[in-house]
């Protein structure tokens, strides 16, 4: 080696020959740091194989993430991902176009990004995926027998002066309905935890949002604090015994001190930073969907998405009829009749049509065949709610009689947990119903993890504090309403059940549990169903008060759930957005302001050439005051023009746009 080095010095070798030199004689020293970037650049992953497998992340010189912490303890005491040894390095790249079944945002979405898979002794891989938006990663194991997972350790060590957007929890029962607190990382605590996703600023102001898909088989993640810049990632055990507690109410008493039984060869679920620069981005990235596993089902042309004429929420509440109103056959005609009328494509039947804990038990009132047939004649469909564990008692005969009645789905509620037995119910409901052909709009459920593209079936769900909250809270207010569209729905489709026509300003609003309304003006509703994503959509208010608002109505009635594009013209995390989408032909734009009043400008650009009828909905003058207040009016106008969005307090603004006769638009 002296003899080496001398010789090299005498020769004049500059250090890089001494070093490859090094690498030679220990092949290991050369793949300890990996590093690797998104296709544009900007994002950098370098990844670390020395005692510990370890990752850093940086927007362009930026440093998002130090080094951060990966592995798994399976079995005995075996840990994957510490003192690794690189067996093999694969570096590549990948482009590709994914037509979803259900568009959510795009008709198409292009993939594309870097990979590195390093496998390792000891039969296990570590995928990593870079994005131009964000980075994914995942273990993959080789195993002949079935394993035990006892720990899965991702420790994400944040900037210094890293802000996060805290959906804290205090239980593992839970809805995962939570409000977003900002505030710094290193504050929280390490008996903290939180649901996902999560939102990170970093000092810069780049977001990070925390995330996961491809979710089967294995529980869901959660993060605790660390008391100090980092977070960790927190999983429920298996669950090993349960409690009914209430009618609806699963608990889980006793967990094991693993986390997974589960296949020894498989692919784990993804875990996903998105990050973006602009606020804007998050609206539109799609790295959940993107990579979650693929389609399982040979058919999809009977998913139909659409607009749902919805009961609960309003508490059946119809008036100027000839028949006592609730949970019975006459009402559920007059809400089919208004669905045909404004072709709403269902009719949801939430709580009361079944004696709980039976769903073959069916109340005297609702002749739910003589329902279903009527509905089917005005070409309108019924969807069921139930009641989980009910449905898992009653398994086969329960789905047996929802196909002998001919209904178009269900809404699964009360499930409050993502353990790994629960998340494979979800997947079993999903299986079982698109054999079925049913739609499943899961409520009391985790966040979107990926399931909605393996079953396109799974057509929307819960996860998120909606409207319903209303009607006993006053804390559903505009400005958490400026933060879903950056926070929760980056994850997936939330079922918020938007469409309330009676409407007040936060000092006088009032939680009325039968006779509900919405914090923020008119328009601040309707301006959610293009802001808000979800392609099973709710119309939450009673008919009788939508047929008093044919204004609305003729929005309401036009307004798609799916998208053939989207465009994020203004978005500014919890104050205000405007998003643009269109489907078919026709431009829908949605904006929305926190309680701040506000004027926001925008372009037009988006259109191509061209001349649009616009019609607008926008916040009355005295919707500062009254909040239903709101005035429609149209202009013809063209690509190149500006538009002046006037906001109140809690406001909003929509508008349809279709191309005029004499004009061809791109």
Sequence with gaps: MFLMLRYMKNSGYSLVMLLLFLCFLNPGYSQSRIEISSPDGHIKLDVTTDEQLTFRVFYDSILLLDDSKLSMNIGEGEVLGL????????????????????????????????????????????????????????????????IIVNKENTHFNLADGSQIYFPEEESFF?????????????????????????LVKSP?????????????????????GTGSNGLRSLFPGVAEEEEQTSDRDVEVSRYADHIAQTSGTRKFPWRILAIEKEDAGLITNQLSYILADTCRLDSTDWIKPGKVAWDWWNALNIYGVDF??????DTY??????????????????????????????????????????????????????????????????????????????????????????????????????????????????KPAGLRREYPNVISREG???????????????????????????????DFTPGAMINANSENFRAIYQRPMSMGTRCHQLAMYVVFESPLQMLCDNPSNYKREPECMEFLSAVPTVWDTTVVLSASIGEQVIVARK????????????????????????LGNGKFNMKIWKDGLN????????????????????????????GGWAAILEPVNDSIPD
């Design 324 to 329: 006592k109103s609730g949970v019975n056959t």
């Design 623 to 650: 919707a500062d005051r009254f909040a239903s207040d709101f005035k429609m009016e149209s202009k013809e106008v063209k690509s190149n023009d500006r538009l002046l969005i006037d906001l109140a307090p809690g």
């Design 333 to 446: 005609k007059y809400y089919i009749d208004f669905a045909s009328e404004y072709g709403i494509e269902y009719i949801i039947m939430d709580e009361g049509w079944y004696h709980l804990e039976d769903l073959l038990d069916v109340i005297p009132e609702i002749n739910m065949r003589e329902i279903v047939g009527y509905a089917h004649s005005k070409n309108v469909g019924v969807i069921l709610w139930v009641v989980w564990k009910t449905l898992e008692n009653q398994w086969e005969r329960a789905f047996d009689q929802f196909e002998a009645w001919g209904i178009k789905g269900i809404k699964v509620d009360f499930m409050q947990r993502d353990d790994q037995a629960m998340v494979n119910f979800y997947r079993r409901v999903a299986d079982e119903a698109a054999g079925r052909k049913l739609l499943v709009d899961f409520h009391g459920s985790y």
């Design 204 to 224: 810069e102001g780049i977001n990070i949002l925390i995330t996961e898909t491809a979710l089967n088989d294995y529980p869901g993640m959660w993060l605790r």
């Design 583 to 606: 489907h078919n032909n026709k431009w829908f734009i949605g904006a929305m302001t926190n309680r701040e009043p506000r004027q926001l400008e925008t372009g037009l650009n988006f």
């Design 464 to 494: 998120v504090k909606g409207l319903e909250q209303s009607k006993w809270s006053d804390k559903n207010t505009p400005d958490h309403n400026l933060l879903l569209p950056f926070i929760r729905m980056v994850a997936g489709p939330m």
């Design 83 to 146: 003192n690794p040894k690189i067996k093999k390095k694969i570096i590549s790249s990948f482009s590709d176009t994914i037509i979803p079944f259900v568009p959510e945002k795009f008709k198409t979405i292009p993939i594309n990004y870097n990979q590195l898979l390093l496998s390792f002794r000891g039969d296990y891989k570590v995928c990593f995926r870079v994005f131009n938006n964000g980075i994914g990663w995942r273990f993959e194991t080789s195993f002949k027998d079935e």
């Design 174 to 198: 839970s809805h995962n309905e939570r409000y977003y607190h900002k505030e710094p990382v290193n504050l929280i605590s390490v008996d903290r935890f939180c649901s996902l996703p999560a």
